[in-house]
């Protein structure tokens, strides 16, 4: 992981989010329709990015990451809470000044081939934010294009194809170079790279990090593969059932996680080391996730916690600072991290040592 010198990162807080809540009706009835529950699919979510960071989300599926994603830049309206960019509050802003907003901040999504519109070339896709927004006009719109393509690590003669002529690594590279068609300052890479092979993934994770060091982009990175997120992020949000349960700088939180949700996602990365492999303690949570319409009482990881106690059951345990800017919302925080065995050390610096040999062979062969 870059440090924060080096990749740009200042002091500054460009995204600043409060309480953000995501809640989806349920309803029943075709004509007459009731509303018979809520889904909240984010529920009090709160932290900030400062400019030039790189903020990973990590979470199992179904746990609110692509939602809180989706609020931030205003494609779902939030029901409740506050997103601050640049100190403007994105909730409050309506027409033709969120349109404009939207220059600013934008998003990669998922997967690559459904996020393009198959009966549009490559150009028209990248040369459409560019043309909305009135960037350029007439031949300079072509020439930005080619540039942006020639950025991402495309052929500038590609413009004229479309998507299905592509692989998935090329597609995600030209949704890339879509979202930085409109020079925005900050992007949400929504699971950029699980659609993709892994030699491919890294060089996609390659890619951001050097457009991040060259624009001075802003990223909250989704995902699920904790080593992906471990390489490209400088601090890392750890989501379960729609809330952030712990937060802290990527090395602390890999070598010593608070929250007993974070211990298990750690506990579960497979290391390539058999001397590792042999000593580490795998964390096996019993039962399913609850579901986000009707989530327990008190912490909503209770149900599937291996030291809960009464009190985790009846109150929500507070989102705490532990020192040095390490939160985690747990009741037993602290005895949490002690439980955890001196092999987690070596397996964190195990990960480490497989995500630079990954990155420095996929840079030795691109």
């Known amino acids: 992981m870059t440090t924060a010198v080096a990749n740009g990162t200042s002091d500054q807080t460009l995204i600043e989010v409060k309480d953000l809540k995501m809640h989806f009706p349920v309803t029943r009835g075709i004509v007459f329709q009731r509303r018979v529950g809520t889904v909240k699919a984010v529920d009090g979510v709160s932290f900030s990015i400062k400019q030039g960071e790189t903020l990973g989300l990590v979470g199992e599926s179904g746990c609110g990451k692509s939602t809180t994603g989706r609020a931030i ?40 081939y459904a996020s393009l519109n198959p009966r549009m070339t490559v150009g028209d896709i990248i040369g459409e934010p560019i043309k909305v927004h009135n960037l350029r006009q007439g031949k300079a719109v072509r020439e930005r294009v080619e540039e942006l393509l020639g950025l991402v690590g495309l052929n500038p003669a ?11 690594g090329q597609r995600q590279r030209i949704g890339i170079a879509r979202a930085l068609a409109v020079e925005p300052q900050f992007v949400v890479c929504d699971e950029p790279v699980s659609a993709l092979d892994v030699s491919i993934q890294a060089q996609v994770v390659n890619l951001l990090e050097e457009l991040q060091d060259k624009l001075g982009l802003t990223y909250l990175f989704i995902a699920h593969d904790l080593s992906v997120v471990k390489h490209i992020s400088d601090r890392v949000a750890v989501m379960y059932l729609g809330k952030v349960v712990e937060l802290a700088e990527g090395p602390k939180l890999y070598a010593m996680p608070l929250h007993p949700y974070s211990q298990a996602l750690l506990s579960a990365v497979p290391i390539p080391d058999p001397k590792v492999e042999q000593q580490r303690r795998r964390i096996i949570l019993e039962g399913d996730v609850p579901s986000p319409l009707n989530p327990p009482s008190g912490c909503h990881f209770h149900t ?3 030291i809960a106690i009464q009190q985790c059951k009846e109150e929500e345990p507070p989102f ?23 092999v987690a050390k070596k397996q964190a610096e195990a990960m480490a040592a497989r995500i630079a040999a990954d990155i420095a062979r996929v840079k030795g062969t691109s």
């Open 73 to 112: 830049l205003q494609l779902y309206r939030p029901t409740a809470g506050e997103v601050r960019f640049e100190g403007q509050d994105l909730v409050q802003v309506r027409g033709d000044a969120l349109r404009k907003m939207r220059r600013k901040v934008q998003m990669i999504f998922q997967d690559p």
């Open 158 to 168: 590609f413009a004229n194809r479309y998507p299905h002529e592509f692989s998935g």
């Open 304 to 306: 599937r916690c291996p």
């Open 320 to 342: 705490v600072d532990y020192g040095g800017g390490h939160f985690a919302a747990c009741w037993r925080a602290r005895e949490s991290g002690e439980l955890m065995p001196s």
